[in-house]
């Protein structure tokens, strides 16, 4: 039997913001790929004031410069694995690298990021009685056993490969999560992001589909990563923040699955990407990294259930938005 204990009172500063109907909103990792898309969103509302924190590893000022001085907005350079006290409504929280040459390149501090920086932000959502959404991964599935994966699922993860310090470490985050929410009565939300793809990404971050397009607009040949027949199911970064925001704006805790099912090989992945962008473009393929998972899906029946959420755009459709990003961040643009 589970005691849930009720949540905390709400703070003062909650308590004056619901008459105003405005929300303070922390996003950690703001500064990143996806936190960034979430800020342009966030912002959308004039009743919203964002905070970001970020530390800059993975992501940049310039995914921001335009919020950078509005009156809503506030930036600040912070690591999540130090304390943070501010005075908020919600939090999400995305601090921690999504790339694996990035989260692999100091994996004690992808451990530390994932476990000291949640818990510190979710003592900061206890002591201010603020709603805290973690942005978990498939990863935590592992090299899943079940297909498609669903979230009854407690998946096939190495505890000692290269990629634990990050499966493991989004796995303790979910711990971490819930005993707050048992113990404490904290508001919980957690959502398991399948693959997402967009403008902003890094150039050279090392994931599948931004290789692919910045090796296509370069007319360097598709790196397909061997044996080619591993899957993945792409979704694209604005149907993405959308069901972030349904999530939080909901009253379901989650774990629940955000990604978009269409499922593709690695190869089909670079066919695709030739066709569109560059039918001239070789594919070769390269040596694999270890622990690599074989097939990769989301079941997201409980997203449609629940948030009354589905992914609208399909990787043909997103491919070209990427491409149009990365031609003019890299100064290249169309042939004809
Ligand atoms: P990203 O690397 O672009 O963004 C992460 C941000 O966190 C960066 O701005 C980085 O500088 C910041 N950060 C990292 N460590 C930090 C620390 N210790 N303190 C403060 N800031 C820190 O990655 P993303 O793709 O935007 O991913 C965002 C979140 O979504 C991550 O939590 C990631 O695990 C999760 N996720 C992403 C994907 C995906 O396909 N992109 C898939 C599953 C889960
Ligand atoms: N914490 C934080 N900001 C806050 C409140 C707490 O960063 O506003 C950190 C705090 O430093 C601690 C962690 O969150 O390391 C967990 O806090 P909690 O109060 O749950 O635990 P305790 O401080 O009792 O260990
Ligand atoms: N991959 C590839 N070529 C690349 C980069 C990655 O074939 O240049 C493959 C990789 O082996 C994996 C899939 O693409 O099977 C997705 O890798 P990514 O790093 O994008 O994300 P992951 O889902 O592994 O975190």
């Not at 005691?3 to 003062?12: A, D, L």
């Not at 990050?166 to 693959?195: C, P, S, W």
Request: with cysteine.
């Amino acid at each position: 039997h589970v005691i849930v204990k009720p949540p905390p009172e709400p703070s003062p500063l909650r308590k004056a913001k619901f008459f105003q109907a405005n929300m303070r909103i922390l996003v950690t990792g703001g500064a990143g790929f996806i936190g960034s898309h979430l800020v342009d969103k966030l912002m959308e509302n004039d009743k919203n004031e964002v905070i970001v924190v970020d530390n800059y590893f993975t992501g940049s000022k310039d995914n921001l410069k335009r919020w950078i001085g509005h009156p809503r907005f506030e930036l600040i350079r912070h690591d999540v694995t130090e304390p943070l006290l501010v005075e908020v409504d919600q939090i999400y929280h995305l601090a921690c690298p999504a790339s694996p040459i990035f989260y692999k390149y100091n994996p004690v501090k992808t451990i530390k990021t994932n476990v000291i920086g949640t818990l510190n932000m979710l003592g900061l959502a206890k002591r201010v009685g603020a709603r805290i959404l973690l942005t978990s991964t498939s990863e935590v599935y592992g090299d899943p056993l079940v297909h498609p994966q669903d979230e009854s699922y407690w998946g096939n993860v190495n505890p000692i490969g290269v990629r634990s310090c990050y499966d493991e470490g989004k796995r303790v985050a979910e711990t971490l999560m819930f005993d707050y929410h048992r113990q404490h009565g904290i508001e919980i939300r957690i959502a398991r992001i399948f693959n997402t793809y967009g403008p902003r990404m890094n150039i050279d971050d090392g994931r599948v589909v931004s290789n692919f397009i910045a090796q296509a607009i370069r007319d360097e040949p598709l790196t397909v990563q061997l044996p080619g027949t591993q899957t993945r199911s792409f979704c694209y970064v604005s149907d993405m923040v959308d069901g972030l925001i349904r999530l939080m704006e909901g009253d379901q805790t989650g774990p629940i699955n955000i990604g978009n099912p269409g499922e593709f090989t690695m190869l089909e992945l670079a066919e695709t990407v030739k066709e569109l962008i560059n039918p001239e473009v070789k594919i070769i393929t390269v040596e694999n990294t270890p622990d690599d998972p074989r097939q990769r899906k989301p079941d997201i029946t409980k997203a449609k259930e629940l948030l009354g959420w589905e992914p609208t755009i399909k990787l043909r459709e997103g491919i070209p938005l990427m491409e149009d990003d990365f031609r003019q961040r890299l100064g290249i643009s169309r042939k004809n």
